[in-house]
C-alpha cells in the first residue's frame, strides 16, 4: 500500500494553495488609466475652484472620466481609456499653470476584502504598465559661480587671521579679485594662496588705487567640481525617491552633465515629479540691523505672508548643505516645526555667530528653483516653453535667545511644509541646480501591447507543455498539469505579496519557468517507470520513484538558485527583474513538484491495491 500523507501535511498543502489563490487574485483586476493633479507646494487645499476648471476642461476636450477621488490636497481623475491620458495631461496642465503638478498615473481596483488581507497586485515594470522617464541636467554654469563666490567669506576671514590688509574681494564669474593695499603685500598673499589654495592660478592686476590679484579656478578643479556635483546630485536623486517609496526606479548618470529617472509601475508621479524638480535649498542669515548699508542686506518677503518682508544681512552663517538630519514634528503649542541637525562645520559657524548675536533675530531663507512654463506660437502651433525661476523666501524669523550648536529647530511652517522641507533636507540638498529637459511617458499603447505578446508567449508555451505531458504521461501527465498551473499562482503570488516589479525579462524568466517546472516530475515520472521495469509494485514504484529523485530534483534546482541569485547581486533593473521572477519560480517548482504531485497521487493510488498505473511508455 501507498505511504499516506500524514494530516498535517495534506492541511499544509491545502493552506498554501488557497493563500496562493488569495495574493495571485489582485492581478485579475487591471488598474484604471487616471490624471492626477496636485499642487505643486505643499500646505495648499484643492479648491471647488479648480475641480470645476478641471471637469470643465475634461468634458470640452470631449475626455470621459469617473470615479473623481479627492483626498486631502490631490484629486485623481480615473479615465475611460488609455490614450486620454496624454492628451488629458496636456490639455489640464495648459490651463491650470505651474501652481499645480498634472501626472499621469494608474488608479488600483483591487476589492477591499483583498486589500484588507495585504493582498495587492504586482508592480509593473516602465515597459509593461508604462510609467514617467525624467531626463534632468545639472546646471553647471550656475553651480561653478556659486562654488566661487563661496570662496569670498572663506578668503576674507583667512586673510584676517594672516594679517594681510586688503581693501576687497570681488567675484567676476569664476575669478575672485582681490585689492591689496601694496604690491607688498600682493606678494606675501601670493605665497599664502599658493601654499593654502593650489586650485587657483594667480595672475597680478594693478587698479587705479590698489595692487589686484586674480585668482582664477584651474581646469582640473572644474572638472573636480562638476563631477562632484553630478555624483552628488545623482546620491540626493536616488535618497529622495526611496524617501518616495518608489518600486525598483532607475536612477543613473547619462553623460557628463545629465541624469535619467525612471519610475515604473503604480506610483504617485506627480509628487515624484514635485519632489525631484525641487532645487530647494535653505539659507541661515541674520537680520541687519537698523542703518545698515543696503549694499550688504537684501530684502525678501515671507513665504507665507507675501505682503510681509525683511531686509537680512548677505553673509551666509550655514546652508542647507550642512543639514545631516531633520525631522518634522510639533512644537509646544501644537504647531509645525523641523527639528535640525547639523554637521560639525555648520555647527561651529552657527555657534560662532550666534554667540555673538544673541537677542538678535536669525532668518531662515527657502532657496526654490522651480521650472516656469509659458507658451508661444510657433507655425501657428502654442509650444510651451520652459525658463527656471529662483525664488527666495523667509519662512522664519526668530530671535536668537541662547548660542546654537549642531542642533536647533525651524518654525513658522504649515503642517505640509514642515514633512516636505525635511524630506527634502533629509534626503540631502542638490549641490546644484538641476532642471528637467525631457518628460516621456513610457505608456499606455507600448505597454499593452508589450503584456499582449507576453502573456501570449506564457499561454502558448503552457499550452504545449499541458498537452504534451497529458498525452505522454497520462493521469500522472494531469497532475503534472495541475502542479504546473499551481506553480505559475505561487509565482505571481510570491511577487504580489513582496511587491516585486514585473518587467518584460521578467515574462521571459516566467516562460524559463514554465519549462523548467516541468523538469522536476519528468524526473520523478522516468524514475518510477524504471522501478516498474525493475518489478516493483506500482505502489512501491511511486514511493522509491519520488524518494530516489528527490536528490537529483534538489542539486539541480540549487544549481540553478544559486546563478539566480548571482544575477540578481551582480544585475541591474531588466536583469534583476529575470532573476527575481526565475528564484521565485524554482522555489514555486520544487513545492509544486515534490509536495503537491506526491499528495495528489497519494488522493489517486493511496490506500488501495493497484495492478497498473496509466503513466504511459512502456514499463
Known amino acids: 500500500m501507498l505511504n499516506k500523507y500524514p ?63 479627492v483626498r486631502g490636497s490631490t484629486v485623481l481623475m480615473r479615465l475611460t481609456s488609455n490614450d486620454q491620458q496624454l492628451p488629458a495631461k496636456d490639455a489640464l496642465q495648459r490651463i491650470l499653470g505651474d501652481s499645480y503638478v498634472v501626472a499621469l498615473n494608474l ?61 576687497r574681494i570681488q567675484i567676476d564669474g569664476s575669478t575672485v579679485r582681490v585689492s591689496f593695499v601694496d604690491a607688498d603685500t600682493r606678494t606675501t598673499a601670493r605665497a599664502f594662496f599658493s601654499r593654502n589654495y593650489p586650485e587657483f592660478t594667480q595672475t597680478e592686476a594693478d587698479g587705479n588705487d590698489s595692487s589686484d590679484l586674480l585668482l582664477s579656478i584651474t581646469e582640473a578643479k572644474v572638472r573636480e567640481f562638476e563631477d562632484y556635483a553630478v555624483k552628488q546630485n545623482l546620491t540626493t536623486i536616488r535618497n529622495r525617491v526611496n524617501e518616495l517609496g518608489v518600486a525598483e526606479p532607475l536612477v ?96 561651529a559657524m552657527m555657534t560662532q555667530v550666534t554667540r555673538k548675536a544673541v537677542q538678535r533675530r536669525m532668518a531662515v531663507l527657502f532657496v526654490e528653483r522651480r521650472p516656469q512654463t509659458t ?37 513658522g511652517l504649515q503642517s505640509g511644509e514642515a514633512s516636505e522641507l525635511a524630506l527634502l533636507l533629509r534626503a540631502g540638498a542638490l549641490a546644484a ?15 499593452k501591447e508589450n503584456i499582449e505578446m507576453g502573456v501570449n508567449s506564457v499561454v502558448l508555451g503552457l499550452a504545449l507543455v499541458l498537452v504534451l505531458m497529458a498525452v505522454y504521461y497520462r493521469t500522472f501527465g494531469l497532475v503534472a498539469n ?20 514585473l518587467t518584460l525579462p521578467g515574462i521571459a524568466g516566467i516562460v524559463l519557468t514554465v519549462g523548467m517546472a516541468v523538469d522536476a516530475n519528468v524526473l520523478i515520472f522516468s ?34 538558485l544559486i546563478v539566480a541569485l548571482i544575477l540578481f547581486a551582480v544585475g541591474t533593473g531588466p536583469v534583476k527583474g529575470f532573476a527575481v521572477t526565475l528564484s521565485f519560480g524554482i522555489i514555486a517548482s520544487m513545492f509544486t513538484a515534490i509536495t503537491l504531485t506526491r499528495a495528489m497521487i497519494n488522493l489517486i493510488y493511496g490506500n488501495r491495491r493497484v495492478e497498473s498505473l496509466s503513466i504511459g511508455g512502456r514499463v
Not at 541646480?433 to 505597454?447: A, C, D, H, Q
Not at 524514475?527 to 539541480?556: C, K, M, N, W
Open 7 to 69: 494530516l498535517w501535511k495534506n492541511l499544509l498543502v491545502v493552506l498554501v494553495l488557497v493563500l496562493g489563490c488569495i495574493y495571485a487574485a489582485p492581478n485579475l483586476y487591471p488598474p484604471d488609466p487616471a490624471i492626477q493633479i496636485m499642487p505643486s507646494r505643499a500646505g495648499t487645499e484643492m479648491s471647488e475652484d479648480v475641480l470645476v476648471k478641471v471637469r470643465q476642461t475634461l468634458e470640452q476636450r470631449g475626455i470621459e472620466y469617473f470615479g473623481e477621488e
Open 107 to 167: 488608479a488600483p481596483t483591487t476589492p477591499d476584502w483583498l486589500l484588507s488581507l495585504g493582498a495587492g497586485p504586482m508592480t509593473m515594470g516602465l515597459d509593461l504598465s508604462g510609467g514617467v522617464h525624467f531626463l534632468m541636467e545639472v546646471d553647471m554654469d550656475d553651480y561653478l559661480k556659486s562654488r566661487v563666490t563661496n570662496y569670498r567669506e572663506e578668503l576674507r576671514n583667512r586673510l584676517r587671521e594672516e594679517q594681510l590688509r586688503y581693501r
Open 252 to 347: 543613473q548618470r547619462q553623460g557628463r552633465n545629465r541624469i535619467v529617472v525612471e519610475l515604473p509601475g503604480v506610483q504617485d508621479t506627480a509628487e515624484a515629479k514635485k519632489i525631484l524638480g525641487k532645487a530647494a535649498n535653505l539659507e541661515f542669515r541674520l537680520e541687519a540691523e537698523a542703518g545698515a548699508s543696503r549694499l550688504a542686506t537684501d530684502e525678501y518677503n515671507f513665504r507665507n505672508e507675501p505682503f510681509r518682508s525683511a531686509r537680512l544681512e548677505k553673509t551666509l552663517i550655514t546652508t542647507g548643505d550642512s543639514v545631516t538630519n531633520a525631522q518634522p514634528g510639533f512644537d509646544e503649542n501644537g504647531f509645525p516645526q523641523v527639528n535640525i541637525s547639523l554637521d560639525a562645520r555648520g555647527g
Open 375 to 411: 507658451y508661444e506660437v510657433v507655425d501657428g502651433v502654442e509650444v510651451p516653453k520652459t525658463i527656471q525661476v529662483v525664488d527666495k523666501s523667509i519662512i522664519s524669523l526668530a530671535t536668537i535667545q541662547t548660542t546654537l550648536g549642531n542642533s536647533f529647530r525651524i518654525t
Open 433 to 447: 541646480p538641476m532642471y528637467f529637459v525631457e518628460e516621456r511617458t513610457i505608456g499606455p499603447s507600448l505597454g
Open 482 to 501: 495541475v502542479a504546473l498551473l499551481a506553480n505559475i499562482v505561487f509565482l505571481i503570488a510570491m511577487m504580489s505579496m513582496i511587491g516585486a516589479t
Open 527 to 560: 524514475r518510477i517507470r524504471e522501478e516498474l521495469r525493475a518489478g516493483r509494485s506500482p505502489q512501491q514504484a511511486i514511493h522509491e520513484g519520488y524518494d530516489r529523485a528527490f536528490v537529483t530534483i534538489l542539486d539541480a534546482n540549487i544549481t540553478t
